[in-house]
Structures are given as structure tokens and as C-alpha cells.
Nanobody, 123 residues
Framework: VQLQASGGGLVQAGGSLRLSCAASGSFSSINAMGWFRQAPGKEREFVAAISTSMHTYYADSVKGRFTISRDNAKSTVILQMNGLKPEDTAVYYC??????????????????WGQGTLVTVSS
């Protein structure tokens, strides 16, 4: 599975950005795709995930502001980010894998990763 992320950029606090992750290859080895982020000096952290059955999961810090969705026809997962805050600044990565439910927020449960895309939110 190959993942290509896009859509990062610079935005003022309160603004919006839309990240896309296009997947290609064999999907038999995955049952979920997710977005994670990593700020300088910090560990990679969970942002949101969506399963093949369209169940969605969010970190508490983004719930109500971010929305994850998927376009199966285009094999693309979208992260719509509204109400951005300076603390959302990070490199965002999309991942794909077969996590069990209890591991869906764990980066180690995702076998495939796209390149990161930088999101910078100015105050």
C-alpha cells in the first residue's frame, strides 16, 4: 500500500485546512486509515481514524473541529480541519493498517505511512 498525503500549509488561528491521503496498491491488508501528527520534540500522536466500515475515531483534542471521511471510489481519506489552533501545528502523516479496535489510536498498529505534510497555524 502506498500513501500520498497533501494539503498542508500555513493558516491563521481559526482557519481551515483540508488534508488528503490517496492510497494505492492492495487494500486486502488494511482495515483502517488514520491521521497522526508530530510536533517538534514530541512523539507522533493520534488525530483521527476511519475504518473500512466507516466508523470514525477522534482524539479528544480535535473532536468537534476535525472531520475524517473517505471516498472509496477515489481510495482517498480526507481530514477536514476547522477552527485550527496554534497547538495544531505539526507534521501530519496518514497511515494505513489492520489495527484491532483497542489499538486504533496507536501509531505502531499502522504498517503503511505516507510522507508528512506540514500544517502551521499562526496566532
Amino acid at each position: 500500500v502506498q500513501l500520498q498525503a497533501s494539503g498542508g500549509g500555513l493558516v491563521q488561528a481559526g482557519g481551515s485546512l483540508r488534508l488528503s491521503c490517496a492510497a494505492s496498491g492492495s487494500f486486502s491488508s488494511i482495515n483502517a486509515m488514520g491521521w497522526f501528527r508530530q510536533a517538534p520534540g514530541k512523539e507522533r500522536e493520534f488525530v483521527a481514524a476511519i475504518s473500512t466500515s466507516m466508523h470514525t475515531y477522534y482524539a479528544d483534542s480535535v473532536k468537534g473541529r476535525f472531520t475524517i471521511s473517505r471516498d472509496n471510489a477515489k481510495s482517498t481519506v480526507i481530514l477536514q480541519m476547522n477552527g485550527l489552533k496554534p497547538e495544531d501545528t505539526a507534521v501530519y502523516y496518514c497511515g494505513a493498517g489492520r489495527p484491532i479496535l483497542s489499538e486504533i489510536r496507536s501509531p505502531s498498529a499502522y504498517a503503511y505511512w505516507g510522507q508528512g505534510t506540514l500544517v502551521t497555524v499562526s496566532s
